[in-house]
């Protein structure tokens, strides 16, 4: 089968949907020929020196970027014989391939996750860009598309009720690489880095965003601390927010508890194994269209074999499931979020059969990467015939 594999969102950039975007595109090659569509960014051109998949880049700057994608698709299509266009996001990908299938009648899907799709519209910049003409393009993409694939059931549920034919949507969670992370690795080089032995160690890996709930830890370590004078939060990640959550920790008077580490990628199961709970409040802010879509940041601790606590919002009730896996807590209640951190560290027992439970799940669901690209490469064959 050839994929024609569409992604705006794809390394060199970092974050959920880049990862999915590469560990899907690496899997899929593997028994089908893949041509991706990829953004030119600083980075790209080392990246694909590397890369085993054929990889065309066009210009990102928009308003040019549209056509640019509209003129490849065209040009690779008339070369490559290609069975169908598979879009990682709806925009800018799925609507154009709404012209391109028209001209082609080249069948495509789109994959949606949830921020992408509710769009901020707070500013007067962004009330226009959601013109009638926007809205417009939205609705006859997905009406064209043959399948729409979501990575929750809350995504799957805000779709139907925004009109998106409940038929044509394939639910796909995301996958972990179990390779990569695993239990029982030797994290000393964090714990030593950070001076944690003998620590109870809170983590939070995730872009430094308001939603995410970085906050809400920090605002309830105060009370954590009087039970647990020896715990830490290791905060993973950069982005906006930075500036105002280190304020908040000074004005708390929490440096010696928190711990901000910038983002460390290569790292990143080695802060796992370090830590005893790996937490992440995300809540959902439509007014501004931030929402957690699923966090595979879960299933990354997950395979870990550590316990979870996540908010209970957006996508995350299919990341973690209460009370097996892992804790769900109002993301806003400082004493929901006491009180799960506390059992949790107060029982050890308990903290290890959530972690356990967790891997287990992992294995038993097929929530690794070559797993969900089978279920993906079933819904393109599916289309393609």
Not at 107 to 118: C, N, S
Request: positive net charge; charged residues 25%.
């Amino acid at each position: 089968m050839n994929i024609l594999f569409v992604s705006f969102d794809y390394p060199p950039l970092r974050g959920g949907i880049a990862n999915l975007s590469y560990q899907v595109a690496k899997n899929l090659s593997e028994e089908d020929k893949l041509f991706i569509i990829a953004p030119a960014i600083k980075g790209a051109k080392e990246f694909d020196s590397k890369s085993q998949v054929i990889t065309f880049r066009v210009t990102n700057i928009r308003g040019l970027r549209e056509f640019a994608l509209f003129f490849t698709m065209l040009y690779l299509i008339s070369k490559l014989r290609i069975d169908v266009i598979y879009n990682l996001t709806w925009y800018p990908s799925g609507a154009v391939s709404y012209f391109v299938s028209i001209l082609t009648r080249i069948p495509y899907i789109v994959q949606v996750y949830a921020m992408d799709y509710f769009e901020d519209r707070r500013s007067i910049f962004n009330k226009l860009k959601y013109n009638w003409l926007r809205m417009l393009i939205k609705k006859l993409a997905f009406n064209r598309a043959k399948k729409i694939i979501t990575i929750s059931n809350f995504t799957k549920d805000r779709l139907i009720t925004r009109g998106v034919d409940a038929l044509k949507i394939k639910i796909v969670f995301c996958g972990v690489d179990p390779n990569q992370f695993k239990p029982d690795l030797d994290a000393k080089e964090v714990i030593l880095r950070y001076g944690l032995e003998d620590k109870k160690i809170l983590l939070t890996a995730a872009r430094l965003d308001d939603y995410k709930g970085h906050d809400m830890v920090i605002k309830v370590l105060p009370k954590l601390i009087t039970r647990f004078p020896a715990i830490r939060y290791l905060i993973v990640g950069d982005g906006p927010n930075e500036k105002n959550l280190k304020e908040l920790v000074e004005k708390l008077s929490l440096s010696d508890y928190v711990i901000f580490t910038g983002w460390q990628d290569a790292l990143l199961p080695l802060y796992y194994n370090a830590c005893d709970i790996y937490i992440m409040l995300s809540r959902e802010v439509y007014a501004e269209a931030k929402m957690e879509g699923f966090g595979v940041v879960f299933l990354e601790a997950s395979a870990c074999a550590k316990p979870v606590i996540g908010g209970r919002s957006g996508g995350i009730p299919d990341a973690v499931i209460d009370q097996v896996t892992g804790l769900l807590v109002d993301p806003l209640n400082l004493d929901e979020i006491e009180s799960a951190v506390t059992k949790v560290l107060s029982d050890k027992t308990y903290a290890e059969q959530l972690g356990a439970k967790g891997l287990d799940r992992i294995k038993r669901e097929g929530l690794d990467w070559h797993s969900v690209s089978r279920k993906i490469r079933e819904i393109l064959t599916e289309v393609k015939e």
